[in-house]
């Protein structure tokens, strides 16, 4: 250090929570130790673990576990259920956007009323819902009664245990999750940016293209995140809708757990399953802040 | 320019209703190639909208707007060469400031390369140069408002419309920006349709003023007319000062008439300035155009007066007036010297006014 320069400050100093901060922070801390880091950790534990012949874990370490994670039928159902996942992020996107973005421009006494009925599925059982779409999906339920009383001629359709059944189910349960975060943006768009954007010559695709996207990317992010990762472990669905027949990582993990009596197994999966977001999300963060 | 009385805008009988509420109400107007023309009123009296009919944000009710002798009443503002400078400048905050520049010349797909010298050409223009590959968070207001500018010039518009532009800058900088617009606008050739409440500026940068007043176009004409000979009440208060007196018409005589004034104070005006029928007038005057002198002097309009109240406002001394007869006036005197402050509270001078100087204005 130069002579004569004042001495060091500690930078963070000024920025570190005092104790009001920490006293305010104290229940979800404690919520987020009881909750997240101990399974968590447990979880981490029980991986290396062996299990015994009734479906016990015994304290031994092995590596045995992560090396079945690494079996191709596991990798190829880690591999479906991305694409589902993926498959059903990129369909809430695209449906959600439009609603979102008209919601967040309309006059605001209306705008209140939309977003209630974006909302209003919140009110029923997630699982009463899933039900609720197995009667309209399946062979003699109310869309091919539908078809076959228009007399179309076509159908009935094969749609419940399918995995069109399953992303239906998904898109589904989870639009509301793109949509609510995109319109939390689009509500933020200052409109004489738009103008500006047409007053110098862009049509109303170019205009949504480079500023209305840009501008709302932050809520496509956030509504992406919040699809795509509760849906790649969702099982409920999976398991009422595609009637088991297309397992999804969720499914597997629940069933080692419950049915197969392997948690050591079980455990390995999640704590893969944990990693792949890890990973991805400091990817992303780390590209987001480069770009910044 | 060869043809400068060529119209670029061309307004004809122009409504635009909100609702119920007439914003824009029959107006028309024509501004020249090369024109320096503001809209100038108080907020809520239809200049924005007038503004935002040329730019094409909205579509007129009733009549025509004309650009460069081409109806394009309907037609979107994407493909009018027309650019708007916002109030809020609404630089895109995701894009740097060589990018919102140039983001016209990219939405009319001009070549890069001469792109870029454009972008280069313009923001040398408002000498940001070395900000170019700044954001617009990153800048200062005066910084972002000469961005604006040059977005809104690079397409090369046929017109620019520039939405009270300067409004959030701090006084002094305002200044400096208003002789800037005002060269920049000469130097360009370009007509400029600007809009403020500030008459100030309007007086300052204007080649033609259009005063608006509740969706009407009140008064159209240079800086000196709007200001010396207001046509009505709204323009003789809005534009400047004015003691505004209401009077009756007592007689006439050759090329001069006799108002009096509700106190009984007689006043000499031109006759021309009458309507030949009229038997009662509203007359006007600046505060600045009444003499005051300590002696009695021999001209037209002289009277005697007390002065109430006197404050000090630096290059002026304003002073309030009450003529023997009871008619208030508000004057406003040059301060010469710091050693001659000749006139103070109590005080009974002769004013006069010189016949020129009192204008008949229409009531509201």
Known sequence: MLAGTAPAVPVSDHNRPGWKAWA???????????????????????????????????????????????????????GRSVWYAALTTAICAVVGYPVAYYIARVPETLRNKLLLLVMVPFWTSFLIRTFAWITILKQEGLLNSLVKAMGAGIGPFDLLYTP???????????LPFMILPIYGSAEKLDNSLIEAAYDLGASPVRAFSSVIVPLTMPGIAAGTLLVFVPAIGMFAITDLMGGAKVPMIGNVIQNQFLLARNWPFGAALGVVFMLMFVVTYVILQRRASRSA | MADTDRPMIELRGVTKRFGGFTAVNRVSLTVKAGEFLTLLGPSGCGKTTLLRLL???????????????????????YRRSVNQVFQSYALFPHLTVRENVGFGLRMQQVPVAEASDRIVAALRMVSLVEQADKYPHQMSGGQRQRVALARAIVPRPKVLLLDEPLSALDAKLRHGMQLELKRLQRKLGMTFVFVTHDQEEALTMSDRIAVINKGRIEQLGNASE??????????????????????????????????????????????????????????????????????PVTAENVFQARIEEEIFQGATDSLQLVTDQGTRLHALVANESATQEAFHEGDTVYCSLHLDDLVIVQAE
């Open chain 2, 226 to 295: 709007i200001y010396h000979r207001p046509r009505t009440a709204f323009t003789a208060d809005f534009i400047g000062q004015a003691n505004l007196l209401e009077s009756s018409v007592v007689g006439r005589n050759g090329t001069t008439a006799r108002v009096r004034l509700e106190t009984g104070l007689e006043l000499v005006i031109a006759r021309a300035e009458l309507p030949d029928a009229a038997s009662k007038a509203l007359v006007s005057i600046r505060p600045e155009k009444i003499h005051i002198s300590r002696a």
């Open chain 1, 24 to 78: 305010l922070l104290a229940p979800m801390v404690l919520w987020l130790i009881l909750f997240v880091v101990v399974p968590g950790l447990i979880l981490l534990v029980y991986s290396f673990c062996e299990r015994d012949e009734i479906g016990g874990v015994m304290f031994t370490f092995t590596w045995e576990n992560y090396a079945r994670v690494f079996d191709p039928v596991y990798l190829r159902i880690f």
């Open chain 1, 164 to 174: 069109t059944a399953v992303v239906i189910g998904l898109v589904y349960a989870y």
């Open chain 2, 55 to 77: 730019a094409g944000f909205e579509m007129p009710d009733e009549g025509m707007v004309l650009l460069d002798g081409e109806d394009v009443s309907h037609v979107p503002p």
